[in-house]
């Protein structure tokens, strides 16, 4: 029979403790094939909730108690809990549970349910037909989870999961064996352990279960531990991790690689020009010489950071770097078709000139642009396909 530890966090919550695990015991008499047991996690609470959960665990077997003798917050108790349930209580999945009965633990059973469909994480949300907050919240607390959701769901472009701050969660030890490394710095800390955590489930691939339903209820015995962290450290979490995926991103690195040498291009075009006195009849060979120093350029560049994977050794360098001529052979077409086709139905002449700098911009240069442009999506199917192809 599998194993579920729900995971409590406690840091004074005497006065919530004892109903909190009295209600999620009654839950556990209506689960018949998982194995169930609770698991307080409290961070040597000065009212001394770690007493009574002991005294809670002498009359009920299922209850276990651990005791962080340095107090971690929200992550660093969510995380101890999970390591001693799965390394010491042989547990295949764990719940993060409010000990303020928040979460409704009669919704367990639906959680283990999806987990025996095949989910490797389970969310509860609060943002799905059937779930919600509190009427009675005060508008700023409102606007903080609703906003803030909605801004993590754009930011990563993924609407799939309403809820992002929800820490009413089943985890199997498969996620958590994959993810507990990625979340142990203090950054981590607070509810940016909740979505940093889920970010990672998310971008490894797991599958996640977010739907859920389950009405938030808010604490009637002692004070909120939501803070101004809330809203700014995830938000800050989520705009960094953004940022780097787009950084890190092949497309976004050939697309620099391309911008590169698309000043390139264009300098070195006056620079060739210039050399034939812009004689109109060098045009198209001052263009073609032009984008063989950006094609140079770009092969250095490509093979050093966009395509750092699969880089080429120089041993094979110079027979790839005919490759990669060969592969750009088509965008060199497709620019020199499309000044060809400028020059002829357009014609060259200068458009305006930029002020300090002096730099005259003509037609010819607006035909390199559109060539560019159109070049370099040929340029990236070429390259991934023949010339850094994944092996």
């Known amino acids: ?36 047991s609770v698991l307080v ?27 962080n003798k340095k107090k971690s917050g929200l992550g660093g108790a969510y995380l101890k809990g ?3 349930a799965f390394s010491k209580l042989d547990a295949d999945v764990v719940f993060e549970f409010d000990a303020d009965l928040s979460h409704d633990p009669t919704k367990i059973p639906l959680f283990l349910e999806s987990i025996d469909k095949g989910s490797e994480m389970v969310l509860g949300s609060r943002y799905v037909p059937g779930g919600s907050i509190p009427e009675d919240w005060g508008l700023h607390r409102k606007f903080l989870s609703m906003a803030g959701n909605l801004v993590i769901m754009t930011v990563l472009t993924d609407f799939r999961i309403r809820d992002w701050t929800s820490g009413y969660r089943a985890i199997t030890k498969k996620v958590y064996e994959a993810v507990a490394p990625l979340v142990q710095s203090d950054q981590f800390s607070g509810y940016t352990f909740q979505i940093g955590f889920l970010y990672h489930a998310v971008r490894k691939g797991f599958k996640i279960d977010p739907n859920i339903p389950y009405h938030f209820v808010d604490r009637t015995i002692g004070q909120s531990k939501m803070g101004p962290e809330y809203l700014i450290k995830p938000l800050l979490f989520i705009f960094k991790m953004r940022i780097r995926e787009i950084i890190q991103h092949k497309v976004f ?8 040498g698309a000043l390139i291009q ?27 120093t950006a094609i140079f350029s770009n092969f250095l560049i490509n093979n050093f950071w966009t395509f750092s994977d699969t880089k080429i050794e120089m041993s094979d360098a110079p027979k790839k770097f005919i490759q990669f001529n060969l592969a750009s052979a088509g965008s060199i077409i497709i620019q020199m078709l499309i000044a060809f086709l400028g020059k002829k139905f357009i014609g060259l002449f200068t458009l305006f000139t930029l002020p300090i700098v002096h730099f005259a911009v003509n037609t010819g240069t607006v035909f390199a642009v559109i060539g560019i442009l159109v070049g370099m999506v040929w340029n990236f199917f070429a390259y991934t396909r023949f010339i850094w192809k994944t092996k």
């Open 82 to 84: 999970m390591e001693y």
């Open 253 to 260: 690195k050939f697309a620099f690689t391309g911008g590169i």
């Open 41 to 67: 996690v409290d961070d040597t609470s000065p009212d001394k909730t770690y007493e009574l959960v002991e005294e809670i665990g002498k009359k009920h077997k299922q209850v276990q108690l651990y005791i």
């Open 266 to 292: 264009l300098v070195s075009l006056q620079i060739w020009w210039a050399l034939f006195g812009f004689a109109e009849p060098q045009y198209e060979l001052s263009n073609f010489l032009s984008i063989e």
């Open 1 to 36: 029979m599998k194993h579920a530890v729900v995971i409590i966090p406690t840091y004074n919550e005497r006065g919530n403790i004892e109903k909190t695990i009295n209600a999620v015991l009654t839950v556990f008499k209506e689960i018949k094939n998982w194995k169930m």
